[in-house]
């Protein structure tokens, strides 16, 4: 995800979190404000094309080498490449976020990494591989020349929230989804989506959270193919169709993203 994606499922985790792992958190990222993890969502992209940085740089999608729209699946041995992807990056920083022997600094820069990976993979083109999870097709969004992954990072949310600042939308956009997680059209959902959550098992709750995104690319990315999309306008129809889904995904990234923390510090304590 852009920015809005990422800001606001760390939003949305915030106001799940028990308060153990609120406490731990703020602690850990030397943080008492309220968007203590909002703030650091956004990092593991800051760092992706530094020098140090860089081992990182394939840890925010997994390469689906399916074949939409007629077949969507994942699978971890032919899709994870072999210097890593969401699903190992996931598991290993989750590792490290708990590892007592580690410094401060390390868990703390794990538990960033975590936050922005279950965002990442709740995006249904980091869960892709044609064209490089879309950044290969030309589409039009407004009649201006985009690649589709920024379409789907970035504009159907920027055009769901309409104008303003990214941290005020984002905190009101977390604030609209926690309601419909709570007591609206999510809350009747919401258990069901922590059925495949098995911290014994991070990778394949990964590739299960994996496998339900990869899914949507049929549906709602190439509905009918990755050449008919191109030079496509999809800021009409495909944005009406697209956006609700979306955001679904970012309440179902936020949502995880909570459970996920509170059982890293149920660990760690
Ligand atoms: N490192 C980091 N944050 C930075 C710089 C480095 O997390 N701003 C990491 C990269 C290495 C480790 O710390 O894993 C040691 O880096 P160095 O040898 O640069 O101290
Ligand atoms: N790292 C790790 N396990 C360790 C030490 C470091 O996973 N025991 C992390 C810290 C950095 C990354 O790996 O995020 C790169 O470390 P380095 O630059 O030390 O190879
Ligand atoms: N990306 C992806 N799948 C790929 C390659 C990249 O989902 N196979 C994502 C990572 C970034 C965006 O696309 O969110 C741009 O990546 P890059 O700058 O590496 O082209
Ligand atoms: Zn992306
Ligand atoms: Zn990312």
Known sequence: WGGLGHITTAYIASQ???????????????????DYMAKVASWADSIRYTKWGRFTSTFHFIDAHDSPPESCNVDFERDCKGTGCVITALANY??????????????????????????DLHQPLHNEDVARGGNGIHVKWNGRDFNLHHVWDSSIAEKWLGRGKPYPLAE????????????????????????????SDPIE?????????????????FPEGPKAIVG??????????AAPMLEKQVARAGYRMAAWLDLIVDEFQ
Not at 17 to 34: G, W
Not at 172 to 197: F, P
Not at 205 to 221: F, I, P
């Open 172 to 199: 009101k956009w977390s604030r609209d989804l926690t309601d419909k997680i709570n007591g609206g059209i999510y809350s009747k959902e919401k258990d069901a989506w922590l059925a495949d959550l098995d911290f």
């Open 94 to 119: 989750t590792e490290q976020s708990l590892d007592p022997s580690l410094p401060p600094w390390q868990r703390a820069q794990a538990a960033k990494f975590v936050i922005h990976f279950v965002g």
């Open 232 to 241: 496509q306008e999809l800021s009409g129809e495909y944005y009406e169709k």
């Open 205 to 221: 709750t990964a590739m299960a959270w994996s496998r339900e995104c990869n899914k949507l690319v049929c549906e709602y990315v």
């Open 16 to 34: 799940f979190v028990s308060n153990s792992t609120e406490a731990y958190l703020k602690h850990l990222l030397r943080s008492n404000e309220p």
